[in-house]
């Protein structure tokens, strides 16, 4: 105990991790509001979900007073939506017009994530060079061919920017969803009538009927303001609602499901591997069978048939039907995984250090833990990477065909469908945007897990080997 | 040396691989009746050609491969059929050092962790309280000491207290509370501590420097990571090590220097050691008794100096004259034809008998010492054959009677030296009887019976050799050989061997 408490003083009487520390702390507290106010209300939510309890006490006290602590990156403290008042801009960041104020905000947040980025890989090298016991260890081998992965990089400055993207979500748009599309009619706007000279003031729902994007006729492309001087970086949608805050909030579902729906079949994929390379024999076959049996199943159908019986159900009416989606993945999408695993596992289990735990007595649970688990992490990571595009692409084709997740939740599959009639006509940009982006994010997890692969296994050829075609495939 | 107590008694011991394919077939027999007795204190070798079953054997005796058949007794107990405690209390005694220390190391851990891991499986320390009278002993990780266990930690009946040396912690360490009518014994220093001391102390008893604690296994020569090798095997206080080929794996000059920490270790914590090594320079050099293997079984068993300089078993003198430079000792070198037979169908009678140099000969025909040779191994090759796995192709061939002739043809040719006379018929340099025996088993082979070809030759040309399956003879002090001509009536395998191969 003693040796670490005098570690960390040590750490803090020295300079320059002291200046890291402080960063830090200046970094946390930029956003400190934010977070507090995300702990809070996780708290409360927790605490109302307890059968009996209806009221939270005094954390709604907690919470209001949580909400005041200004932060940095929200829309209260560099606001975009205002008015034009003739003369110049009411309500806006330092009376910026509102697409400046809007691009202030979203380049901050994503400089602050660029920053908290750095600041991490700051602290692992300080750790590494003056903290660490070990001065190598296999995993700096690992990071450092991954730096030189200049395909891998791009591919983790995309994911990064997309994971960025839903974790700012709210301070992003220009708008927020329930503005600007759940309840419309619930709130007002303000805009500058140039016909009468005058600020006037109108329901966002009926502003939103004269932005529509329904072809060369009618359209508020990227870019652009509408006639109420409302900023749409990517333009509006076929109901002139904002797409911009209609992809940002989408990226949240896409990650949540896809993230939670790939950590399910890893840990699914990885137990079962794990098992089956270690008692080889019955155990592997019956799990081969198993894995067979559900990869004969037709994912697609299932899925319809899933959601279809379950539409009624509780189930479905968590996170708008997309923890149902994420279980209904992970069920099927567990058997890629464990058939790419189940080789690398299968060779480790026969390398002599698993006997020699076992001549000690090593319990078998353990030896699956510290003797295998971490040679097949690196593949789980790969694999888990590159499914993760996969299950992107699903999320969004179930909305394109209208299942899934249940509208009005946005998700960018559903975006493409809606703008699918008018992609040869001026709105455009419905369908391509979202289009790109799902090309772009999906292309960024492929590559972080090519990089991800060549860092960990320096042999394999990136050029289409082994694991790359089955890769491909998960 | 021979007054010590057995530590170890292995008693028939077999183990059979089984392929589980579903037309059963053969087993493997890598480990068929094997006996013998490693006393306390004593390294015992074994040699053998690879795949004769050494390691095997060494496996089952630490019940990492469970035995078909047979018992490893210990203190009584037979360790191949134990499961729970007591095989954690064996696994604790018994340890294994292996053949390539970087393949047994974990390259994901550190030295530190690798050595440690036996220590946090098996939850080390419980320390061993010594109470005079018969008081209960209570506290966490101390138990009563019992039978002859080493005492840890001793209680005098005046309430004197007293820590073994090299225990992993000192008498400040713990308080002892005496007054009841039970023992209680409250330590202060966390099992974490205790264990990383011992950790350091083991780095160090292996030669190892305190700063390689937190080194990987990848930064170490193979000479280093063999000591972390031992060191974990050394961790939970073993009293029995199974080292399996520990330097044959390393460079030249690394290897004495890991036998010399070997035999101090062995010296200065009573360790007995299975030596199993096919280098039989080092086994000269370390054991003190030697066992030398074939197919699974034992064929020589005895004082190692006398093994090597008067061998008594065929097998060992054709393995002994294999060594480079030994032939100042065994004179002519006697070289061992062809490999070993397949475990999965051994020769009959006598496993050695297909190589043996002082194989018993039928009298009634008088063939010269090459041609015996030729004929033994015309005998492997045609038994060898009709085992083998046939393809779809082969197996039409031969219900078809289509025989490439010319693999048989070409055998002959290379075995007995012959030559093809006019009409394109090989000829063979032998009396006629012996000669026709050879054209009929050759005229079997080329119509697809391989196995009536050999039992031919068997039938004309074999002994009590492939009749009979040598029992293990006593041959004095201490010594004993699997060799039918042990027996009275037939001459002794040196003796037949100085005739046949040294007499010119």
């Known amino acids: ?105 979203a380049t901050l947040v994503y400089l602050y994530a660029f920053a908290a980025f750095g600041w991490g890989v700051w602290g692992y090298r300080i750790y590494r060079r003056n903290y660490r016991a070990a001065d190598w260890t296999p995993r700096d081998d690992v990071f450092d061919r991954f730096r030189g992965h200049k395909w891998g990089i791009f591919g983790l400055v995309i994911v990064f920017m997309f994971v960025t993207m839903a974790v700012f979500a709210p301070a992003l748009g220009p708008t927020t969803v329930d503005q600007n599309m759940r309840n419309s009619y619930g709130y007002e706007t303000k805009y500058w009538d140039s016909d009468s000279g005058s600020v006037e003031t109108i329901l966002v729902g ?55 729906s790939v950590a399910l079949s890893a840990s699914i994929a990885a137990t079962l591997a794990l098992t089956s390379a270690y008692y080889k024999g019955r155990v592997d076959l019956s799990m081969v069978l198993i894995s067979d049996a559900v990869m004969a199943m037709p994912q697609l159908l299932l899925l319809i048939m899933l959601t279809t019986v379950l539409r009624e159900t509780w189930i479905n009416e968590v996170y708008s039907g997309g923890f149902l989606l994420a279980l209904i993945f992970a ?92 992609v040869r006509t001026g709105s455009w940009h419905i369908s391509l945007i979202p289009g790109i982006l799902i090309t772009l994010v999906v292309t960024g997890f492929n590559a972080l897990g090519d990089g991800i692969r060549d860092a960990i296994d320096p042999q394999s050829d990136s050029a289409g080997g082994e694991t790359a075609g089955a890769g491909g495939g998960a | 040396m021979s007054e010590a107590e057995p530590f170890l008694e292995v008693r028939d011991l077999k183990k059979y691989y089984d392929d589980g394919g579903l037309l059963g077939g053969d087993p493997v027999k ?66 294994m050092v292996f053949q390539d220390p970087d393949a047994s190391l974990n390259d994901r851990m550190t030295v530190g962790e690798i050595i440690r891991e036996p220590l946090d499986a098996h939850d080390w320390p419980n320390l061993a309280v010594s109470v005079a009278d018969d008081r209960e002993v209570a506290g966490k990780r101390v138990h009563r000491a019992e039978g002859d266990e080493r005492r840890d930690v001793t209680v005098d009946a005046d309430g004197g207290v007293s820590v073994r040396e090299g225990a992993p912690l000192t008498r400040e360490d713990l308080t002892v509370d005496a007054d009841g009518d039970r023992v209680d014994v409250t330590l202060h220093k966390h099992a974490s501590a205790m264990r990383e001391d011992r950790v350091r102390g083991l780095l160090e008893q292996v030669g190892l420097r305190e700063e390689h604690f937190y080194r990987y296994p990848h930064q170490f020569s193979g000479g280093q990571s063999q000591r972390v090798g031992i060191a974990r095997a050394l961790a939970l206080e073993p009293r029995f090590l199974v080292l399996d080929e520990p330097v044959s794996a390393l460079d030249v000059s690394v290897q004495a220097r890991i036998i010399n920490l070997l035999e101090d270790l062995q010296d200065e914590l009573g360790l007995t050691f299975l030596f199993i090594a096919h280098d039989l320079s080092v086994v000269r050099h370390i054991a003190d008794r030697v066992a030398v293997m074939y197919l699974g079984e034992v064929m020589e ?45 051994p020769p009959s009678g006598c496993r050695f008998s297909s190589r043996c140099p002082a194989k018993i000969r039928p009298d009634e025909y008088s063939v010269s010492g090459e041609h015996w040779e030729a004929l033994d191994q015309l005998h492997s090759v045609f038994r060898a054959r009709s085992n083998a796995e046939k393809g779809i192709v082969d197996v039409v061939k031969e219900r078809l009677g289509i025989q490439d002739v010319s693999t048989v043809d070409e055998l002959l040719l290379e075995l007995f030296d012959a030559e093809r006379d006019g009409d394109g018929g090989i000829s063979i340099e032998m009396p006629d009887d012996a000669a026709s025996v050879v054209y009929e088993a050759a005229e079997l082979a080329r119509a697809g019976d391989e196995a009536g070809a050999a039992e031919r030759l068997d039938d004309a040309f074999g002994s009590v050799c492939s009749e009979e399956h040598p029992e293990a003879n006593d041959v004095g002090a201490g010594r004993t050989s699997r060799c039918l001509r042990h027996r009275e009536e037939y001459e002794d395998p040196d003796a037949v061997i100085e005739q046949r191969y040294r007499s010119d």
């Open chain 1, 331 to 422: 069920f099927t999408g567990w058997t890629y995984m464990w058939r790419s695993i189940r080789g690398p596992a299968l060779q480790i289990s026969e390398r002599e250090w698993i006997d020699a735990a076992r001549s000690f007595g090593q319990t078998p649970i353990t030896i699956m833990r510290k003797h295998m688990l971490p040679y097949v992490t690196g593949y789980l990571l790969i694999y888990g990477s590159m499914t993760l595009g996969g299950a992107i692409i699903s999320i969004a084709g179930l909305s394109y065909l209208g299942l899934g997740v249940a509208p009005p939740t946005p998700e960018w599959g559903r975006a493409v469908n809606l703008g699918q009639d008018y």
């Open chain 1, 1 to 105: 105990m003693s040796v670490t408490t005098s570690r960390v003083a040590d750490a803090l009487t020295d300079g320059r991790t002291a200046l890291w520390a402080l960063v830090g702390l200046l970094l946390f507290l930029l956003e400190a509001g934010a977070f507090l106010n995300f702990v809070v209300g996780l708290t409360i939510d927790g605490i109302l979900a307890l059968p009996g309890v209806d009221a939270a006490g005094f954390l709604t006290t907690v919470e209001s007073a949580v909400r005041e602590i200004p932060t940095l990156l929200s829309r209260e403290t560099i606001p975009n939506e205002g008015y034009y008042d003739g003369s110049g801009y009411e309500g806006t960041f330092l009376g910026l017009s509102p697409a400046i104020a809007w691009a202030l905000r």
């Open chain 2, 301 to 345: 068993l005895g004082p190692t100096e006398e093994v090597f300089t008067d061998p008594s078993h065929p097998y060992t003198e054709s393995l002994l004259s294999a060594i480079p430079g030994s032939m100042v000792e065994t004179g002519e070198r006697i070289t061992l034809r062809g490999t070993p037979p397949s475990p999965r169908d």
């Open chain 1, 206 to 260: 009926d502003a939103n009927l004269d932005s529509l994007s329904q072809g060369n006729d009618q359209n508020i492309g990227p870019w652009t303001y509408d006639d109420y001087g409302r900023f749409h970086p990517f333009g509006t949608m076929q109901d002139g609602s904002d797409l911009f805050t209609f992809l940002v909030v989408g990226s949240r579902i896409s990650l949540v499901i896809g993230v939670l």
């Open chain 2, 30 to 95: 890598a480990v068929d009746g094997v006996s013998f007795d490693i006393r306390e204190g004593e390294t015992l070798g074994l040699v053998g050609e690879s795949g004769c079953g050494k390691t095997t054997l060494g496996r089952t005796i630490l019940n990492l491969e469970t035995a078909t058949e047979g018992e490893v007794l210990a203190d009584e107990t037979d360790v191949t059929s134990i499961s729970g405690r007591e095989l954690r209390r064996w696994q604790s005694q018994a340890q």
